[in-house]
Every structure is written in structure tokens, then in C-alpha cells.
């Protein structure tokens, strides 16, 4: 294979001058560059300039969930062999990164080398804006520009309705470009292709959000399977079971990835920060540095909330992100463990204290 060979094939999926360079010591080597387009019981399929190939990943590191191939990486893959074997992956430019639901403090890695976050939120139930925090925090820091699509905009009928829902997102997601969207009407599918149409772009969101619906109008065709949400509560039945890897007939790419019922903090601080703006430009003005924006004296931001400029919800939203953030980067840190513990008890006394005071004025 030469290498215009390998940039004619692979240019499609996000192949350019720097995984070129990247990837050089491997050519040196004979390995064959590809990218994984999808993951399952320790093999994978490999998009090469010499067509599509199945590989066994037990050569890459295989007991650090942060480690192991994933959707979206650029690898080194033998030339020839039954079975083949990936070598190595290329340093991964971004990363999408949940905590795992086990008791250790494990991080998942849901795709890598993604340049666009697409967050499904489906109109069809109740809007969670905690839900989208959430995702947006993790999408902001695995480095991607994330982008909230309203799916089955069809399902609300009154303009005004719909204007509203989209403010209330936009409001929550500053800095996030926020489109209604209905696959079945074809309505926003026009603005959406635009913003992805360069790079590589991960589809994420619950169960019944209508992603894998929206993967197919966007790519032209039926390739993801489909199945209709429960009405009870919109949430599907995991129809997409694996991450997958597709070229749109547009330029981008894109990947699909089951529901997530889960949706756990992995050392998202920046991007907490990212999704709160407000809140961080706020703290900035608090008189004391490590204010918790809770009775402290001088805190900006209660007093935004006391103002009405700053909704309740969103500093609540805040400080349970933090709070998990926290927790899960402690769980592999003993020093912050302990400074958390000391901060638990030193508010624990502070509340007793006010507590008795109060108390003592009543009697």
C-alpha cells in the first residue's frame, strides 16, 4: 500500500497530514493504518486503504478501561495474518469519557478523536436540563464542541411552544449551538448536517432519544436499526448495542453509540465549568476565594440568586456536578479524600454551631 493510496482511501474518515506523521514509525514497520469503526469481545473492524478488515485488540493494553481500542481511533493493524492484530493506536486528539458503574473510580472511554459532541434530547418527554448539564459537562471536557439537537421537534405542534423549549436549552447551554430537529419532517436535518459535515462527530443521549433514527437521515439510508420508544416514558429498547463509525455522503463522520442510561462524572472540572460560565464569572466577585455559595458573607453569586439574575436550579445543577466531580477524582487521590472529610466535618460543626445558636435565642 503507498501512502496516496492510504490518503485516498482513508481522507473520508478523517485521515490528514498529521495522523500521517503520527502514524510514520509503524509504516516503517509494514503495519497498515485504519480506523476502528467499531468494538466487540476484544476485536474490532478497521476501515484501511485496503478495504475493511477484522483485528483482535489483545496486543493493546487490555486491563486499563482508559487504554483499550476504541471507536474512532486511528491503529496500527498487521498487513496480513488470520487473525490480524492491532499494534498500537495513535495518541488520541480528544476523548469522551464516562465513570464506569462500578464501585472503583474507572473511567469508560465511549469514542475517541471526536470533534463534534451531538447531545439527542427528545421533545416526545419532559425536558431534564440536569440531564443536559450533565452531558455537556463531559462533552466540553473530552475536548469536543458540543451540539444539542431537540429530536422529534414534530411532536410539538405549537411554534411558540417549541421557541420556548429551545431558549430554555440555549439558556442552559451557553455557548452550545441548539437545533430542533424532526427526522420524520426533515425539519433542522439541513443546519445539523452543516455542523458536522467536517470532522468526526459522536451521537449521544438515553435510550429513545432518537439518535440511531437521526444517524440514518443524516447518512441517506436505513443502516441503524430502529425501534419505537415506550410511550410511558420515551426510553427505548438499546436498538444500537455497539458504537459505530460511518461515513455521511456529505463529508464528516459520524458515531452512533447505544443509550446511556448512566451518565457518571470522569474529572470533569473544566467542563463543569464550561456548562456553569455564569456561575464561574460570579465566583470570581465572591470575597472569599473558596466561598461555597452558600451562607458565606460577600458571595456574588447568592446574591445573583437573591437578585433573580441567577435561576435556583442551575446553582443546585452546579453544585451536585461538583460535588460528584469531586468525589470520583478522590476516589484515586487519598490527599483530597482527606481534605474533603475535613471540609465535611468543618460545615458538620459550623451547622451545629448555628444550630445551637439559634436555639439558644429561642429559650
Given at each position: 500500500?503507498t501512502?496516496?493510496s492510504?490518503?485516498?482511501?482513508?481522507?473520508?474518515y478523517g485521515w490528514d497530514?498529521?495522523?500521517?506523521?503520527?502514524?510514520a514509525?509503524?509504516?516503517?514497520?509494514?503495519?497498515?493504518?485504519?480506523?476502528?469503526?467499531?468494538?466487540?469481545?476484544?476485536?474490532?473492524?478497521?476501515?484501511?486503504?485496503?478495504?475493511?478488515?477484522?483485528a483482535?485488540t489483545?496486543f493493546?493494553?487490555?486491563?486499563?478501561?482508559?487504554?483499550?481500542?476504541?471507536t474512532?481511533?486511528?491503529?496500527?493493524?498487521?498487513a496480513g495474518?488470520?487473525?490480524r492484530?492491532?499494534r498500537?493506536?495513535?495518541?488520541?486528539?480528544?476523548?469522551?469519557?464516562?465513570?464506569?458503574s462500578s464501585?472503583?473510580?474507572?473511567?469508560?472511554?465511549?469514542?475517541a478523536?471526536?470533534?463534534?459532541?451531538?447531545?439527542a434530547?427528545s421533545l416526545?418527554?419532559?425536558?431534564?436540563?440536569?440531564?443536559v448539564?450533565?452531558?455537556?459537562?463531559?462533552?466540553w471536557?473530552?475536548?469536543?464542541q458540543p451540539v444539542?439537537v431537540?429530536?422529534?421537534?414534530?411532536?410539538?405542534?405549537?411554534?411558540v411552544?417549541?421557541?420556548?423549549?429551545?431558549?430554555?436549552?440555549?439558556?442552559?447551554?451557553?455557548?452550545?449551538?441548539?437545533?430542533?430537529a424532526?427526522?420524520h419532517?426533515?425539519?433542522?436535518?439541513?443546519?445539523?448536517?452543516?455542523?458536522?459535515?467536517?470532522?468526526?462527530?459522536?451521537?449521544l443521549?438515553?435510550?429513545g432519544?432518537?439518535k440511531?433514527?437521526?444517524?440514518n437521515?443524516l447518512?441517506?439510508e436505513?443502516?441503524?436499526?430502529?425501534?419505537?420508544?415506550?410511550?410511558?416514558?420515551?426510553?427505548?429498547?438499546?436498538?444500537?448495542?455497539?458504537?459505530?463509525?460511518?461515513?455521511?455522503?456529505?463529508?464528516?463522520v459520524?458515531?452512533?453509540?447505544?443509550?446511556l442510561r448512566?451518565?457518571?462524572?470522569?474529572?470533569?472540572?473544566?467542563?463543569?465549568g464550561?456548562?456553569f460560565?455564569?456561575?464561574?464569572?460570579?465566583?470570581?466577585?465572591?470575597?472569599?476565594?473558596?466561598?461555597a455559595?452558600?451562607?458565606?458573607?460577600?458571595?456574588?453569586?447568592?446574591?445573583a440568586?437573591?437578585g433573580?439574575e441567577?435561576?435556583v436550579?442551575?446553582?443546585e445543577?452546579?453544585?451536585?456536578?461538583?460535588?460528584?466531580?469531586?468525589?470520583?477524582?478522590?476516589?484515586?487521590?487519598?490527599?483530597?479524600?482527606a481534605?474533603?472529610?475535613r471540609?465535611?466535618?468543618?460545615k458538620?460543626?459550623?451547622g451545629?454551631?448555628?444550630?445551637?445558636?439559634?436555639?439558644?435565642?429561642?429559650?
Open positions: 500500500m501512502s496516496s492510504a490518503v485516498y482511501a482513508l481522507t473520508p497530514d498529521d495522523w500521517a506523521a503520527a502514524f514509525p509503524y509504516a516503517r514497520q509494514g503495519l497498515l493504518p485504519g480506523r476502528v469503526v467499531r468494538v466487540d469481545r476484544g476485536q474490532c473492524d478497521v476501515v484501511t486503504a485496503d478495504g475493511a478488515v477484522r483482535d489483545a493493546v493494553t487490555p486491563h486499563d478501561p482508559m487504554r483499550v481500542v476504541c474512532g481511533d486511528w491503529v496500527a493493524v498487521e495474518g488470520n487473525p492484530y492491532v498500537a493506536y495513535l495518541p488520541r486528539r480528544t476523548a469522551f469519557v464516562r465513570s464506569t464501585k472503583r473510580s474507572d473511567g469508560q472511554i465511549l469514542a478523536n471526536v470533534d463534534h459532541a451531538v447531545v434530547v416526545a418527554v419532559e425536558l431534564d436540563l440536569g440531564r448539564e450533565r452531558f455537556l459537562a463531559l462533552a471536557e473530552s475536548g469536543a444539542v431537540l429530536t422529534k421537534a414534530d411532536l410539538v405542534t405549537d411554534p411552544t417549541l421557541a420556548h423549549l429551545v431558549q430554555d436549552v440555549e439558556n442552559t447551554a451557553p455557548g452550545v449551538p441548539v437545533v430542533a424532526s427526522a419532517c426533515g425539519d433542522g436535518l439541513d443546519i445539523l448536517r452543516a455542523l458536522v459535515g467536517d470532522g468526526t462527530s459522536v451521537l443521549g438515553q435510550s432519544a432518537g440511531s433514527t437521526l444517524a437521515a447518512i441517506g436505513d443502516v441503524m436499526d430502529v425501534r419505537a420508544a415506550r410511550d410511558v416514558d420515551g426510553k427505548g429498547r438499546h436498538t444500537t448495542t455497539t458504537r459505530n463509525l460511518l461515513a455521511l455522503p456529505g463529508g464528516g459520524l458515531i452512533d453509540t447505544p443509550g448512566g451518565v457518571g462524572l470522569y474529572d470533569a472540572e473544566s467542563g463543569v464550561q456548562v460560565a455564569e456561575i464561574e464569572e460570579l465566583a470570581e466577585r465572591c470575597r472569599f476565594h473558596d466561598c455559595h452558600e451562607s458565606e458573607p460577600g458571595c456574588a453569586v447568592r446574591a440568586v437573591d433573580g441567577l435561576p436550579r442551575r446553582l445543577s452546579y453544585r451536585k456536578l461538583i460535588r460528584e466531580n469531586q468525589w470520583i477524582v478522590a476516589k484515586t487521590d487519598a490527599r483530597l479524600r481534605e474533603i472529610r471540609d465535611w466535618k468543618r458538620g460543626a459550623e451545629r454551631a448555628a444550630m445551637q445558636a439559634k436555639q439558644g435565642r429561642w429559650t
